[in-house]
Every structure is written in C-alpha cells, then in structure tokens.
C-alpha cells in the first residue's frame, strides 16, 4: 500500500496517498536478539518483564544455536530475549494465553500439563510452571482467553464444560475456578479473540450472530456478568476474525476473507475508522504507542480495497511480507520486516510499556536472516 485514500467519517477504507509528497525509503528492521523455536508458535501473552508463549514446539533454541527442550510452552525474559526457567509440559498444541501475577491461563488441544490430566484447558504458576488445581472437563477447544475482575473469560469450539451446555463461550469465578452458572451469552460459530475490561467483553470471531441478535456477526459486546449484548456496538464486519486488540477507544480487528484487513473500530459502537487491506489473512493487529503492527499470511498491502476471488490486490500494491507497520491513521510505514512461509506470523503480542511488540509463527527468517518462528522488536 503506497497510498491511501481517507475520508474522517465512519466505513473509511484506507487504500490512499501513503507519505504525501517525497517517497520515503524501506527502513530494515532488526529483531531482538532471543531465544527462538522449532515449531510454530500460536499464542503470546506478556506480563511485566515477562513474555510467555505457546504454540506446537518441543524446543528453544537459544542465541548460540543450542536446543533446550521446552513442550509447547515457554517464557522468557522480554528486556534481554533469554529463555526463562519456567518449563510445563502439554501434550498437544498450546493455542491461547492469558498471563496474570495469580497465573497463567492456557488453553489448546492438549490432554495433560505436567503429566497430569487437563482437558484443553489449564492454569499454571507465573513463576514456578507448577500446575494449579483449576481443572475441567471441556468438550471443545479453546481459542481465546482473557482474565478481567473476578472472572475467566474462555472462547473457541467448546459446546459443554463438566457436562453443561455452553455455546462457544465460558466464564469461570477467578478466586474459586469454578464454571460461572449465569455468564452463557451464545454464539452461533467459532470464538477466536476475548478482550475482556471491567465494564464489557468484547468477542471476535466466525460466528454471524451472539445471543440470536443481529448486527452481532463477526465482533459483539457482551456484559461481563450477564452475557447481555450490548446493543450500542454494531458489527458490519463481512469475513471471520482472527485476533482483537484494544487500545484506550480503538479496538483494532485482524480480518481474513478474500484477501484480509486490518481494520480500526470505535470500541463503543463499532463504527469504521480505517481499513487495510491485503492480499491474504491478518491473523493479528497489536499496537505499541504510535505503531501498529499487522501479521499474517499476506505477502502484499493492496493500493485499494479491490481484491479478486482469490485475494489479489487489483489496483496495486507494495509488497510487505507477513509483517507490516502502521501509523495511527492507518498509514503505512517504511518499516520492514519481510517475514517467509506459508502461514508466516500467526500470533502476536504488545508491551507499550517496554515498547515492543513480540510476532510468532511459523516463518524461519525475516529480512532474509534466520529467525525461527519467533522475533520480538523494540518500537
């Protein structure tokens, strides 16, 4: 996308004049210096100095090359890159993570943590990787979690947890773990993204209605004790969402579809403020003080909204690969980090406080240099 057509009123599609006037020059950026992977990485959280992830690897591999086995979770130090002690093991894939001082929520498609049952769904300790008692019997899978007052906010696949019927979402009390009888708000497909605050929760994914509502597809707002729609968020989003971010009055939304978006929403009524659009899936959008960084399988940001059937840019674009940057208007920025693969960047965390933002996936390197399945960068 070298420029950018932009109008200040709700539905903005941005696809217009990038850097007005003089043409800037690619800024080449460079990872961190961390630990990396050998298998795909699906999920981040940080907390504090921390960054925990999860995803489909048996190992890390440190900065002189050397495997150390870590079972599809891991932690590290998020001020140095180095690998932390904190080593539980699942038996299956890791594909969310909410990390709290009083533990880290993980859930997946795993039968056992630390060698002891745990059905998709688990708390750790932050600190020792001991398994905690919260444990439950989940018929489905688990795709977000978010932690916010006195509750667990759990999406994803799942239709019953210990024998009662849920549709797609859980809420489970934070002091106790037990299931929350009265939080059962319905979605009709797929939970893929919670972000969850002290007055609302909000849902991302492929479902097209929550609680039977309309204008509820895609992305809807939920009362954090009832499961109430709330009925002031409207959704007019057309393709499945794939992650949520918030930031102060902007929710920003990873779209797929026939190409992808990345895309900006009033997080009170869920009107458009801009949209990007490339040639394949935003998996996430995360923003770090005045960047916003978009990954996913594209290999182009398109010049418009036009896309063909099967996602190519019909009217132009600029090739970012996996990875590209943004300013607060949508605008994108010189900033490079070409990542490779198929999937390429399936997973994505933010630390406004340490100014960096951590990307995962499946890539083996960025701007052409080895960097296997995981890249942290300071913004």
């Known amino acids: 996308m070298s420029r950018v057509v932009r109008t200040l009123t709700a539905g903005l599609i941005i696809a217009g004049?990038?850097?007005?006037?003089?043409?800037?020059?690619?800024?080449?950026?460079?990872?961190?210096?961390?630990?990396?992977?050998?298998?795909?990485?699906?999920?981040?959280?940080y907390l504090g100095d921390r960054l925990y992830v999860g995803g489909d690897f048996t190992h890390a591999i440190d900065t002189a090359g050397k495997l150390v086995p870590r079972t599809r979770l891991a932690a590290l130090d998020a001020r140095t890159g180095q690998l932390l002690d904190w080593s539980p093991v699942a038996d299956g894939r890791v594909r969310a993570i909410a990390a709290t001082d009083r533990g880290v929520y993980v859930g997946g498609d795993f039968g056992s943590v630390n060698g002891l049952t745990r059905d998709n769904l688990a708390q750790i300790d932050p600190v020792t990787g001991a398994l905690a008692p919260f444990r439950h019997s989940v018929y489905g899978h688990p795709h977000a979690i978010a932690v916010s007052g006195s509750r667990i906010y759990v999406g994803g696949t799942i239709t019953r947890i210990d024998g009662q019927p849920r549709s797609r979402l859980a809420a489970f009390d934070l002091a106790t773990g037990a299931l929350d009888p009265q939080w059962k708000p319905a979605?009709?497909?797929?939970?893929?993204?919670?972000?969850?605050?002290?007055?609302?929760?909000?849902?991302?994914?492929?479902?097209?209605?929550?609680?039977?509502?309309?204008?509820?597809a895609r992305i809807a707002v939920v009362d954090p004790r009832t499961g109430a729609v709330r009925p002031a968020f409207r959704s007019t989003i057309e393709y499945a969402v794939s992650s949520l971010s918030l930031t102060g009055s902007v929710l920003y939304a990873a779209v797929a579809g026939r190409g992808g978006r990345a895309m900006a929403l009033d997080a009170t009524t869920g009107a458009t403020q801009w949209t990007v659009t490339a040639d394949g899936d935003v998996q996430s959008v995360v923003r770090v003080n005045d960047t916003i960084l978009m990954g996913g399988h594209f290999d182009r940001i398109c010049k418009s909204a036009v896309v063909g059937d099967k996602g190519a840019c019909q009217e132009g674009s600029t090739t970012r690969i996996k990875l590209a940057a943004l300013d607060p208007s949508g605008r994108l920025r010189p900033w490079l980090a070409d990542a490779n693969g198929v999937m390429g960047v399936e997973a994505m965390a933010a630390s406004p406080r340490l100014g960096k933002a951590a990307a995962g996936g499946s890539f083996t390197q960025i701007n052409g240099a080895i960097q296997r399945r995981f890249a942290q960068f300071r913004l």
């Open 17 to 45: 004049a990038l850097f007005p006037g003089v043409a800037q020059a690619d800024v080449r950026a460079s990872p961190e210096p961390t630990v990396t992977f050998d298998g795909a990485i699906q999920s981040m959280a």
């Open 187 to 216: 979605a009709e497909d797929s939970v893929n993204a919670i972000v969850a605050t002290g007055d609302r929760v909000l849902l991302g994914g492929a479902f097209m209605q929550v609680n039977g509502l309309k204008n509820t």
